[in-house]
């Protein structure tokens, strides 16, 4: 390449590196306008945070029992079976993890549910063994929900590509009994419906009472704490004492500053104007903004050749885990038909995913310094924050990245908070919450 040509590829990646920076005091800044929607949302006033009631608490670490866990997340199904011991001990007994295809994520909400019961249905025939007769399962439902109780709520609106039809605004629970009941699973009661970051945060909070946060960095991202319940006045007939876990929604914080790939990539998006955080954060959507660079550098002659462009036409072929690869050292070029590729474009791949895959970490982390500061302002006591989701478990220097922002924003007092991963958290989770609400029936 000639100089001006390197000297073009060098600004290009100086700009990128610009157009994606998150610093310290940006993230401070992004904290008090964090604090403000959480504030709002809480009043039920118009907020990106919708800072939804859980009707759950914390558990005490003491509840016992089998039991089955449903977790719908953005790409999977999973089946759990979930023993409790009573000391703080929760086993994950058996597991079974199911795709969902694409025609039953956009097709009808009825397929869907049938989709989801014989998912149970493979579970139950390949792990019966041992297992009763009768089941109270727990379904985490990884969506934005208003919750009317522990074991009812109407999904708001589809999330992560989602589209299935007659959904919205329905109880997902009803629809789940429903489908129980068209294949003849009359044993199995829905006892409890849970967002996905509480399950995360009531199961690590079982044996860990420091446990404060449920984060999930997956196909999506959103989060929950613990508040208390004098403070959530959107419900006023619940003034009392005592806290109860909220589902902060933080996938649709709308104060942080886009760069010309978010706005493209939200513009053709299915829910355009909306998840604005989630879109710049989490897994379903960090390869098509890294995509979006690529075509860009094609076009502009400063990667590969003109003849590679149609392998990266397509949107979201680039995947999360593509990146993922390059950070192993690894790459993807082989899934693009791509033959020879040159060192420097290689190299030029690996700050694209780096530069995309550390913004997705520092914005995260901000958000976590945001709930840690609203709930403890000088930090003086210690908060383990539980994360469950593939991206944050399998990108490589992506909690590092988050923990380095975390340093950067609080200095040394940031060792009080410690990130965890809390694998199938939102699963066994909601097993914990299944029990508390069964025994309450009792
Ligand atoms: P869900 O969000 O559906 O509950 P996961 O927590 O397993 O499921 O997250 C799946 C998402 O995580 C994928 O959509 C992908 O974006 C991302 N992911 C999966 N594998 C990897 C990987 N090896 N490295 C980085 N991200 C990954
Ligand atoms: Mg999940």
Same mark, same amino acid.
């Given at each position: 390449m000639s100089k001006d040509g390197t000297n073009a590829l060098e600004r290009f990646l100086s700009d990128l590196e610009s157009l994606f920076s998150v610093?310290?005091?940006e993230v401070r800044e992004i904290m008090f306008h964090f604090h403000e929607e959480m504030r709002r949302g809480?009043?039920?006033?118009?907020?990106?945070?919708?800072?939804?009631?859980s009707f759950v608490g914390r558990p005490k670490g003491t509840e016992k029992?089998?039991? %089955? @866990?449903? &977790?719908?997340? +953005? !790409?999977? #199904?999973?089946?759990?079976?979930v023993a409790l011991d009573g000391n703080g001990n929760a086993t994950l007994a058996a597991v079974s993890r199911f795709v969902i295809p694409s025609e039953t994520i956009g097709g009808a909400g009825d397929k869907l549910f049938d989709f989801i019961v014989d998912c149970i249905q493979s579970f139950l025939k390949e792990h019966h063994a041992g297992m009763p007769q009768a089941y109270d399962l727990a379904f985490t439902f990884s969506?934005?929900?208003v919750q009317r109780s522990v074991s009812s709520g109407e999904l708001i609106c589809w999330t992560k590509g989602f589209t299935a039809s007659g959904v919205e605004g329905k109880d997902v629970v009803a629809l789940l009994a429903e489908a129980l009941q068209?294949?003849?699973?009359?044993?199995?009661?829905?006892?409890? %419906? @849970?967002? &996905?970051?509480? +399950? !995360?945060? #009531?199961?690590k909070s079982y044996a860990d009472p420091s446990c404060d946060v449920g984060v999930i960095i997956g196909t999506g991202t959103n989060a929950c704490y613990p508040e208390k319940v004098a403070r959530i006045s959107r419900l006023p007939e619940l003034r009392a004492s005592g806290?109860?876990?909220?589902?902060?929604?933080?996938?649709?914080?709308?104060?942080?500053k886009t760069n010309v790939y978010d706005n493209l990539l939200d513009l053709s998006s299915n829910n355009a104007g909306r998840q604005k955080l989630e879109k710049m954060v989490s897994g379903m959507y960090l390869g098509e903004l890294a995509r979006l660079v690529i075509v860009e550098m094609i076009q502009k002659r400063l990667l590969f050749t003109e003849k590679s462009l149609p392998a990266f036409s397509v949107a979201y072929a680039l995947t999360t885990e593509h990146l993922s690869m390059t950070a192993h050292g690894s790459d993807f070029f082989d899934d693009f038909g791509l033959a020879d590729v040159q060192e420097a474009d290689r190299q030029t791949i690996r700050e694209i995913c780096r530069i995309v895959s550390t913004r997705s970490a520092r914005i995260a982390a901000a958000a976590i310094a945001a709930v840690?500061?609203?709930?403890?302002?000088?930090?003086?006591?210690?908060h383990t924050v539980a994360i469950d989701g593939a991206l944050f478990e399998k990108y490589p220097g992506f909690q590092d990245n988050m923990t380095d922002m975390l340093f950067g924003v609080f200095g040394d007092r940031a060792k009080k908070i410690k990130l965890e991963l809390a694998k199938d958290g939102s699963g066994i989770g909601a097993a914990i919450?299944?029990?508390v609400a069964a025994s309450a029936r009792q």
């Open positions: 610093t310290p005091q809480l009043a039920g006033g118009k907020s990106s945070l919708k800072m939804i009631p029992g089998d039991f %089955l @866990a449903l &977790d719908l997340g +953005g !790409t999977n #199904v999973r089946v759990l079976a969506f934005p929900v068209r294949k003849g699973m009359k044993s199995i009661h829905v006892a409890a %419906l @849970a967002n &996905d970051t509480v +399950g !995360t945060l #009531v199961a806290e109860m876990i909220v589902n902060i929604e933080w996938g649709g914080f709308d104060k942080l840690v500061a609203w709930m403890d302002a000088d930090l003086e006591s210690n919450i299944g029990a």
